[in-house]
């Protein structure tokens, strides 16, 4: 079965402290993984994907097959990152896709 | 290029009645998949489609369907609404695997 896990239901920091949220993942094949951001008010939005390897606003995520987690990090937090953040497998089945999402961990940057 | 659009925004309907919601994808986007989110449960998986054919469903109930039209459109219906139906449904198109899925904003239906 596919099972995506954000431990932190909240996580607050102080703005320029460095933030890290963590997503831990249980699939039997090639995992696809993503970050979403819900901004107050605001769609869910693709953050970062895996398979891109990029650093969007700061931010940067890297796949541990080992220890099967795709941690969201970014050095100096901002105020504009608080908001709400999901992990999400992409779980295929001969070419059938579905999304399988985490809790979400609410982010609070302090000034 | 315009984003995925979900219609209506808002809906209030009683319990036993259905109700039919809408998504029109990124043009060029042929999967198109539907989430439920609420409080408790979070985000949960509808049903994905691609080119009119379902290929995925989630764990929910029959009372939940959805289906696609030939120009990617989809939309998805509940019967005999339940209270428990109340939530956030979320409409996300994809160009394929790899691609990351881009999400509408949803429809927020209340079931009273």
């Known amino acids: 079965a596919q099972r995506v896990t954000q431990p932190e239901k909240l996580l607050s920091v102080f703005k320029g402290a460095p933030v890290e949220l963590k997503c831990n993942y249980s699939?039997?094949?090639?995992?696809?993984l993503f970050w979403y951001v819900q901004y107050s008010r605001q769609r869910l939005q693709l953050l970062l994907r895996?398979?891109s390897r990029e650093s969007i606003k700061g931010f940067t995520a890297d796949l541990n097959k080992g220890e099967t987690s795709f941690h969201l990090k970014k050095p100096f937090a901002q105020e504009e990152d608080s908001a709400m953040y999901y992990c999400?497998?992409?779980?295929?089945?001969?070419?059938?896709?579905?999304?399988?999402f985490g809790q979400g961990t609410r982010l609070t940057i302090n000034p | 290029k315009a984003g995925v659009t979900q219609t209506p925004r808002y809906l209030i309907k009683t319990r036993g009645q259905q109700v039919t919601l809408s998504c029109s994808p990124i043009?060029?986007?042929?999967?198109v998949s539907w989430y439920q989110q609420t409080p408790g449960q979070g985000l949960q998986f509808l049903f994905e489609?691609?080119?009119?054919?379902?290929?995925n469903k989630g764990n929910f109930p029959g009372r939940f369907s959805g289906r696609q039209f030939s120009n990617s459109r989809s939309e998805m219906n509940v019967s005999t609404l339940e209270l428990g139906d109340s939530a956030l449904y979320l409409c996300?198109?994809?160009?394929?695997?790899?691609?990351?899925?881009?999400f509408g904003s949803g429809t927020r239906l209340t079931v009273v």
């Open positions: 699939y039997s094949g090639s995992p696809e």
């Open positions: 996300a198109s994809s160009l394929g695997t790899g691609a990351g899925y881009t």
């Open positions: 999400a497998l992409s779980a295929s089945f001969q070419g059938a896709q579905k999304l399988v």
């Open positions: 043009s060029g986007h042929r999967s």
């Open positions: 895996h398979i």
């Open positions: 489609y691609f080119s009119e054919t379902q290929r």
